[in-house]
């Protein structure tokens, strides 16, 4: 999964026909800043306004899931969604001249071929994920759906559809990681049941269905084709030459054996799409729909609002990557400057580090007497000795080498650190390791809060022998 936000190179447009309205709609889809997220624009209205992909803007899960804010209304926008979520496009402006997305060929793919057209533009920001920190269940006991989400390091999916169809089946399909989405999701169509084609119909639904844009499923042996032609007639497709091939209408070829539920599959990814934040964990879903998937999202959404009062979490129970006899091998600092008592994780371009504060430490004698608080200037070097083990990680024999402080840059102090608190330090590259110059942007952490953030320039150089 890509760490840094991403947008689109170029504007992509795309005509057709929206699945329920009947409509002709253009959609235009243009680059969009960092933080901006998904974002829907009605140019057929007066102001032009505005719609976010939100949960908790959905009003409406039937056939299709329907933004609205301040009465102005998107319809059908999952498939668009999910392709913008499986490409790993974070930002984005979708403009559209009319009320519902075009439903192209009843899948993601036509969106998702635009999109590699143009390609990806990388930006500055880092991307925020949403993470499980727990299982988290869903169950909706009148629709038989059910949910749930646990923890894992990528964004994975199990789905699970049973109809009581004779035809369908119950059939499964899997996605272990994002990067599966464009071959093995994107392709597959939505479907409906013949036996449902009337009753949507005369709900004022489905004027734009057609046969290249659906699966339709049929569950009897010998319709009538007098009963194929009233369909056909009610739809406004007497034109069409509609023939039943084995269990569907005409002869379509399945992408795959299991292309339903794949295509529950990618709903799921379009209307998670609505939590606002790409997901890392691993989601089961049995006989989903766009009511169970965009009630699920509302649920991520008050589990990231209980995160964010939490602030943010660090896992101190596990195993460190380094301790401190670890940590004496590689840096040259002694008591009473060794600031650094654990090394949880090291990534490529990322490091966290913890100093737990205690009264016994020498500073504390006179910064302040009746009032300890950590000197600031002593937060930073415990920042930069993270730092520093960080640098001397990416060479060999990191103990004939020192870092040395080059630039101090963007410091801010949050709150008071004192004896008893632990601190954490998360530190990410702001570059690449070039001549030995290690560009670093770091923030400190207390419970979760922030204490102090700043960036630091620092050269590694190789300065001792054995």
């Known amino acids: ?52 992909a939100d949960a908790d803007l959905v009003v409406s899960t039937e056939r299709g899931t329907t933004l609205e804010k301040n009465g102005v209304k998107v319809n059908t926008t999952e498939h668009l969604l999910a392709a913008l979520y499986g490409m790993q496009v974070d930002n984005a402006l979708i403009k559209l001249d009319g009320a519902e997305i075009p439903i192209m060929d009843g899948s993601a793919l036509p969106f998702v071929e635009a999109i590699e057209t143009i390609g990806l533009k990388e930006q500055e920001a880092d991307r925020e994920y949403f993470e499980f920190k727990e299982n988290r269940p869903f169950e909706d006991l009148e629709k ?4 749930l989400g646990i923890p894992y390091d990528d964004f994975r999916l199990t789905v699970m559809v049973d109809y009581n169809s004779p035809v369908l089946g119950t059939q499964h399909a899997s996605m272990y990681n994002i990067s599966e989405f464009k071959e093995n999701i994107a392709s597959c169509r939505t479907f409906v049941f013949l036996r449902e084609l009337e009753m949507l119909a005369k709900a004022g639904l489905i004027k734009g269905g057609d046969i290249d844009n659906a699966i339709i499923l049929v569950e009897r042996d010998n319709v009538p084709q007098d009963e ?24 379509i070829d399945l992408k795959f054996i299991n292309e339903p539920a794949r295509h529950k599959l990618l709903d799921v990814i379009g209307d ?4 606002g934040k790409p997901i890392k964990g691993h989601i089961l879903a049995a006989r989903p729909g766009h009511s169970g998937n965009t009630s699920y999202a509302k649920i991520i959404k008050g589990i990231m609002k209980e995160q964010a009062k939490q ?92 870092t040395y402080f080059m630039k101090i840059d963007k410091v801010k102090f949050k709150r008071k650190v004192v004896p008893g608190d632990t601190v954490v330090f998360e530190l990410k590259l702001v570059s690449p390791i070039r001549r030995g110059l290690v560009n670093m942007a770091g923030v400190a952490y207390v419970n979760g809060e922030p204490c102090m953030e700043a960036e630091m320039l620092a050269s590694v150089v190789k300065d001792r022998e054995e």
């Open 228 to 251: 194929i032609d009233h369909l056909a007639k009610l739809l406004g497709k007497q034109h069409l030459d509609i023939k039943i091939q084995g269990n569907t209408l005409n002869n």
């Open 272 to 275: 998670l799409a609505l939590v």
């Open 144 to 147: 038989g759906v059910e949910m």
């Open 311 to 402: 602030g943010k979490y660090f896992d101190l129970a596990k195993k460190p990557l380094f301790d401190i006899n670890d940590i004496e091998k590689m840096l040259p600092h002694r008591y009473p400057f060794l600031m650094v008592d654990k090394i949880m994780e090291i990534t490529e371009d990322s490091i966290v580090g913890v100093k737990n504060i205690t009264m016994n430490e020498p500073q504390f004698t006179g910064h302040f007497p009746g009032n300890p608080i950590m000197p600031g200037v002593l937060q930073i070097e415990a920042m930069a000795q993270v730092g520093g083990i960080f640098s001397l990680s990416k060479v060999e024999d990191p103990h004939l080498y020192s």
């Open 1 to 52: 999964m890509n760490k840094k936000q991403h947008t689109l190179n170029a504007s992509i447009e795309l005509q057709g026909v929206g699945l329920h309205t009947g409509e002709n709609v253009k959609v235009v889809i243009e680059p969009a800043a960092e933080n901006h997220g998904y974002k829907f624009q009605r140019t057929d209205i007066e102001g032009e306004p505005i719609i976010p």
